[in-house]
């Protein structure tokens, strides 16, 4: 079964000159969020709740789903760096201050699970609310979460999501992005009128490796195949990697493997060579890619890598194909 992608939310740090240093006014809560209630939300937890409203087509003072729609309403948040600055915070302090210094309404930032609980609250979504932390992958890895729990019967919409509040003096940059995921209903006759484009398939692997290092190269064949199975004869197909430096490697053995099993089975990619971009937004960059892509519509394959070898990959097309 394949699902619909109805909406999509982002709000995102552009990168500037290394000279320039970070620009925090890049993001004002109070245009998204109000003047009120966001005051002891992380960043990373007002980035999420702006895109994941955004998506939803909703205002941020919507009184939260209830009824049915509540409990068929689910939402999966990746994200990496989400609570590592509260940690941060909270170490410094309690070395310095002791105990006495933690303010109990920062308490709650303490959690990984936070922003998304924050966005399963605001919205009403009762169905699950589940975080996946896993390294630049986890935003992708939402997604594949949100498609198997359609697919399953779980949920009829999910949003998936990510957010991060990349580190400090890194080369990365903070943002949050959502896409709502919606099951097809047989009995519309105007089912998927509107959608964006849609989901065919994902999936999320492990490349291990070696003793000399390197990527072992019975997973990384392994890894490559399945990803190429979810596009094999496609024509016309956009092909996006996104990774780290670090994982450029695997990438590029990713990169030619989906080539090679589109033109087996007589299909064609857009760009014969691919796209390698590098993550610049942590565990948001796989998402935005894919918003990217479902806008340009096609066929498409987004896949999503870290350095330390986790794989993701979401395949989708255009709602008006075949």
């Known amino acids: 079964m394949n699902v619909w992608l109805t909406g999509t ?91 006495r210094g933690i303010s109990p309404a920062e308490v709650p930032a303490f959690s990984m699970s936070t922003p998304g609980s924050q966005l399963a609250i605001g919205t009403g979504a009762r169905a699950f609310s589940v975080t996946l932390t896993n390294p630049v992958t986890a935003g992708l890895e939402a997604v594949h979460f949100a498609l198997t729990a359609l697919r399953t019967g779980r949920a009829d919409r999910v949003v998936a999501a990510a957010t991060d509040q990349a580190p400090d003096g890194d080369r990365q940059h903070d943002a949050a992005a959502a896409v709502v995921l919606s099951a097809p209903d047989p009995a519309d006759p105007a089912d998927g009128a509107g959608a964006l484009a849609e989901i065919t398939g994902g999936l999320s692997r492990f490349v291990v490796r070696g003793a000399d290092g390197g990527w072992e190269p019975a997973a990384l064949a392994a890894a490559c195949g399945r990803v190429a199975a979810l596009a094999a004869g496609a024509h016309g197909l956009r092909l996006v990697v996104s990774g780290p430096a670090g994982a450029a490697r695997l990438g590029a053995a990713t990169r030619d493997a989906v080539a090679a099993a589109v033109a087996g089975a007589g299909g064609s990619l857009r760009d014969p060579a691919g796209t390698f971009t590098e993550a610049r937004h942590c565990t948001v960059s796989g998402i935005l890619e ?10 498409a394959l987004v896949v999503s890598l870290s350095d330390s070898g986790h794989l993701t990959a979401v395949a989708l097309r255009g709602p008006a194909q075949p």
């Open 290 to 299: 894919l918003i990217a892509l479902a806008r340009e519509g096609g066929p």
């Open 9 to 99: 939310g982002a709000v995102a740090e552009e990168p500037r000159a290394p000279s320039a240093g970070r620009d925090p006014s890049w993001f004002d809560p109070a245009e998204h969020l109000g003047r009120r209630g966001w005051k002891y939300y992380s960043p990373a937890t007002r980035y999420l709740l702006a895109a994941g409203h955004q998506a939803l087509g909703r205002r941020h003072d919507d009184p939260p789903l209830t009824g049915g729609p509540s409990l068929r309403l689910g939402v999966v948040t990746g994200t990496q760096y989400a609570i590592a600055h509260a940690h941060r915070r909270m170490d410094d302090t309690l070395r310095t201050e002791g105990v």
